[in-house]
Each structure stands twice: as C-alpha cells, then as structure tokens.
C-alpha cells in the first residue's frame, strides 16, 4: 500500500532530463514522458505574525478638539494574544492533556511564543466566557432532545473528589464537573424538561430523568459474564443469551415495526421464564435481584429506533477526561474545571457536526455559533 497522493498539491516541480545519460545527448521537455509522481511533504518554519499598532491623537484642525484614532478592528488593547493562539493552546491542553509547564516548553520551541504558566492561565480565564456562552447553547440542545444519554466519571478539583458527568444526544455532547454524584446534578440541569427516553447504567442517580429509561446491555452483559465465571450455572448463562437482543437492535433499519415488536415480546417472554430460574452463586443471585428491579428497562431499545442498545457513546466520550485525570492530576482551580468542561463540550459537539477540535474552540471564541439555533 502507497499513500494516497495529496488531490491539491501546494506546488508542483516536473522533473526532467537535460541530457541522455548514455550519449549525453541534449533533450527537451518535449523529449520525455511523465512515468512516475509521489509527494514531499514538509512544514515550513513556524513563526509568530506579530502585529504592532502605532495609534494617533491630534487636535482637530477644524474644531480645534482633540481626537484619538480608534483600534483596528478586533485588534483592541489588553492581552497581545489572539483567538487563533488561544484556540490552539486549549486545544493542546484539552484534548491532549498537555499541562502548563509543557505547554511553556512546547510553544517556545515549536511556535516562537514565549509564554509563562501564569500568561496561559489568564488566557484560559478570559476565555471562559466564550467558552460558556457555547457550552450553554450544547446545555440547550440536550435539554430539547427526546433521547438522551448520560454517565459520569470522578474528577480531581483542588486536591479533592469531583465529579465530571457527560450528557449525549444525536446532535449535542454536553459536559459539567460538579462536587456532587447525587442525582441533583441532574435534576437541576434538565430544570423543567424530561426526555423521552434516558440511556444509563443501574447507578440510582441516573434513574428517574426520563419517561423510561433503557439500561446500557453492554455493563448488564458484563455483570452476566462476571457471574458465569464466579460459577453461576442457573439465571447467568441464560441471561448472557439474551444478547442477541443487541443483534436485533443492529438490524432495526432493516425490519418492520411490527416485526420489532414481535422481537419485544419474544425477549420479554424470555426474560420472565429466566426469571424463574434459581442462580446457583451469590454473584448470580444479586445479578437476578438486580434484573428484577429494573425489569422493564432493557428492551426499550428494540421499538424506539432512535435508542441505542448500550451507552457507549457516553463512555466514549469520557475517556479522553480520564486520560487527562491521569496525566495532569486533575484541576487547581474550580473555573479551570468549568472551562475544561465547556470547552470538551464545544469539541464534542463541533465534532458531530463534521468540526475539527480546533475549528470548533476558533468559532466558539469568535462567537460563532457552535448549533443552529431552531
């Protein structure tokens, strides 16, 4: 396999023969035939544009009044650094899980900016209300969505136990990192509003935002897995058959809606005859407790087309947060918490919407807006 020749290329150089190498013979472009073409990339020297303003004042000839010229559009006075750089550096910081003390380093060298730790978390700060001016509009968005998915993660904020929650609809991931895992985070983000459908795992905080709810199969599979190998022979393996639930799900597009809701009450049949089956391990009898209590939360996925079976878009999108957790230790700062979150939410939902991480924080910075307003 070759790489796949770049379709613009930014300069092209024809490479021909002056003379036969055998005769010595002189030879003209004309002479030769194109046979064989590959590319040579580089990146050219990276440097700074910096851009001195020298602002005028005078008096006014005419009214004899004094006057002062005005700043060059979006090049006011105060900090020396533009939204591109800013752009860049979160970008770094948040998806890259670089620290500030690296971040120093990396600028100096590879970009030509110098930089001090304290200069970048200015610049951070006076982002942040661009960055949650968007985040808000991403709050919005899943508060409107009829089908929402929801997980958490623990955080590390001033030396203590955190907790980052994720929120994912099909067209907005939306971030927060609060003091608290009760449920109350939850209830006081979706205010007044309740989605149809809430997608999440047994965590009893997670239970109770939506008009049902459809538990994540992936972690109930897990559970059943876990029980097989501590021994269970009753309720577990009969349970970990009901994963071609899951396959059903996968083939929705292709299926009637009647023939989804023969699948439903197939699997609810299922469902209550393994019910009646005695685990023969603890391990197995806590997963059947467990069942039981949320018996009507596991196929809700098969008749709602826009559900998934499993929250795995929720896991995914937190993973990066646990990297960065352990990379850079967690937050010194509660607003430097807050950005964080606003700005993976900025990200997260640029990058459903076919945006890279850094066009995403360039137009959140610039006031663009992240979603088209409905």
């Known amino acids: 396999m070759f790489r796949a020749l770049a379709p613009n290329p930014d300069r092209i150089v024809a490479s021909v023969a002056e003379h036969c190498p055998h005769c010595e013979r002189a030879l003209t472009p004309a002479d030769q035939v194109g046979f064989h073409a590959y590319d040579h990339i580089e990146l050219p020297l990276i440097r700074p544009v910096i851009t001195r303003i020298h602002r005028h004042r005078e008096v006014c000839p005419g009214c004899r009044r004094g006057f002062s010229a005005p700043p060059p559009a979006g090049i006011s006075p105060g900090s020396p650094f533009g939204p591109d750089l800013t752009a860049l550096i979160l970008h770094l910081h948040v998806t890259q899980a670089i620290g500030f003390e690296r971040l120093v380093c990396l600028l100096d060298e590879v970009f030509g900016v110098r930089l001090s730790e304290g200069a970048i978390a200015n610049m951070l700060a006076r982002a942040g209300t661009s960055l949650t001016a968007a985040a808000e509009t991403t709050a919005a968005e899943i508060r409107r969505s009829k089908v929402v998915a929801s997980d958490e993660t623990s955080a590390r904020v001033e030396g203590k136990t955190w907790w980052q929650w994720v929120l994912v609809s099909s067209t907005a991931v939306h971030h927060l990192i609060a003091d608290s895992r009760g449920a109350a985070v939850l209830t006081d983000f979706l205010g007044e509003t309740?989605?149809?459908?809430?997608?999440?795992?047994?965590?009893?905080?997670?239970?109770?935002?939506?008009?049902?709810?459809?538990?994540?199969?992936?972690?109930?599979?897990?559970?059943?897995?876990?029980?097989?190998?501590?021994?269970?022979?009753?309720?577990?393996?009969?349970?970990?058959?009901?994963?071609?639930?899951?396959?059903?799900?996968?083939?929705?597009?292709?299926?009637?809606?009647?023939?989804?809701?023969?699948?439903?009450?197939?699997?609810?049949?299922?469902?209550?005859?393994?019910?009646?089956?005695?685990?023969?391990?603890?391990?197995?009898?806590?997963?059947?407790?467990?069942?039981?209590?949320?018996r009507g939360d596991l196929f809700v996925f098969i008749t709602h087309r826009d559900v998934p079976a499993t929250n795995n878009e929720c896991e995914r999108a937190l993973r990066p947060s646990v990297i960065f957790r352990k990379v850079t230790g967690g937050f010194r700062s509660q607003w430097g918490a807050r950005a964080y979150a606003d700005a993976l939410s900025v990200i997260a939902t640029g990058r459903l919407h076919g945006r890279s991480a850094l066009q995403a924080l360039r137009d959140a910075l610039a006031g663009h807006p992240i979603l088209v307003p409905p």
């Open 194 to 294: 309740k989605p149809d459908v809430w997608i999440a795992d047994r965590y009893a905080a997670q239970a109770g935002h939506g008009s049902e709810r459809q538990l994540c199969l992936a972690h109930l599979l897990r559970d059943a897995q876990y029980a097989i190998d501590a021994g269970d022979t009753g309720f577990a393996p009969g349970f970990h058959k009901l994963q071609r639930a899951v396959a059903i799900g996968q083939r929705r597009p292709e299926l009637k809606d009647t023939t989804l809701t023969q699948y439903r009450a197939d699997l609810d049949r299922k469902l209550d005859r393994l019910l009646a089956v005695s685990p023969t391990t603890e391990a197995g009898r806590q997963l059947a407790r467990g069942i039981r209590k949320c």
